[in-house]
């Protein structure tokens, strides 16, 4: 794979996260050092990308980013070790070219806010904010308020706590928030939305030193508890390494869901999800009870990587079909689903700055 074209440098430091917008028209880089700053580029008609702008936004490092949904307006939200997100609205008018209005500030966390994720937007529903910090609570935050400066806060959940599917246990609100040394080095923390909304709000998440990724349900009413609906745990035989990262797919008409993670021994995995019901939807063999399961149900159809170098990101492109990882080698590997159902490395390709050609393309 070729190299296209290289972000303006700017940062002091490491960068943590990068992500797109909606359209894929403007990227937006935070970066994890004594900068704290968020900076934004915009895609020129020539195809480079230019910096739009940038601020300081928290008081400590930032972690994550993620842009809203186009129906919520253009929206930002960052995640830092100041225990805080921030919500950022981008200005208009006369005021285009400075720094992003601050909406909101996000507390509650009693550790480093590890990610940020805006839920899927529904035409007139609330925009939602899922946090995961690692005090190992999962925090969903919504606002009816039009200009943003209210959020209200669900019933935190206690990831290790949580009921497993089935039971009638209430999820725990105030469960242990202290971490160990060993968990904050070692362990990881990551959350993902259904993009789906046939079935609700839901949303994978994983905490601490588990392999385990937990699949819950979030009710609409900020007052009702949340609901488990599927653990996933690794396979027999298989790596138990702490998870670092997990992505939901886009469904794009499939009757399945996928859900990929990766570990920090390097192991990647790809989990077929199908939601209850149905193997293939609802009126599929209406008459055979056998394929018509109650609960949600789940399979681990691909693992591969282990051994290799801490994987630092899962995620898929906008139609479900490719997933992306990268690793703290700095590799960028493209994995697709074979006809035979494997998934094949489609390419790879590494951060490194291209040979300088001179005149002459020496």
Known sequence: ?????????????????????????????????????????????????????????????????????????????????????????????????????????????????????????????????????TDSYLRIYSSADPSLSDWSLHQPIHIPTLPTPGSTDEPTVDGPSNTSSGELANGGWGISWCKERWWGSIIASFSGLSPIIKIISIPLDTSSSS????????????????????????????????????????????????????????????NDESDNHVGWKGDCVAEFGKGGARVGMVDWNATGTTLTTTDDEGVVRIYKPTYARSWKLLGQMTAEEPPYEGENGQ
Not at 247 to 264: F, N
């Open 1 to 133: 794979m070729l190299q296209t074209n290289l972000l303006a440098p700017g940062h002091s430091d490491v960068v943590t996260h990068v992500t797109y917008d909606f359209y894929g028209e403007r990227l937006s880089v935070a970066t994890c050092s004594a900068d704290q700053k968020i900076k934004v580029f915009r895609k020129t008609q020539e195809g480079t990308w230019d910096q739009e702008t940038e601020w300081k936004a928290h008081d400590a490092p930032i972690l994550h980013l993620s842009f809203s949904h186009p129906v919520h307006g253009s929206l930002l939200a960052s995640s830092s070790h100041d225990r805080s997100v921030r919500v950022w609205e981008e200005p208009t008018g006369r005021e285009r070219d400075g720094r992003w209005i601050e909406r909101a500030v996000l507390t509650g966390a009693k550790g480093s806010v590890k990610q940020v994720e805006f839920g899927v937007a529904d035409a007139g529903s609330e925009p939602r904010v899922a946090t995961i910090s």
């Open 227 to 286: 609901t488990s609906l599927l653990f996933l745990n690794p396979p027999q035989s298989s790596s138990t390494s702490p998870l670092t990262s997990v992505s939901w797919a886009p469904s794009c008409g499939r009757a399945y869901h996928l859900i990929a993670s990766g570990s920090r021994d390097g192991t990647v995995r790809i989990w077929r999800i199908e939601p209850p019901g149905e193997k293939l939807r609802v009126d599929y063999n209406d």
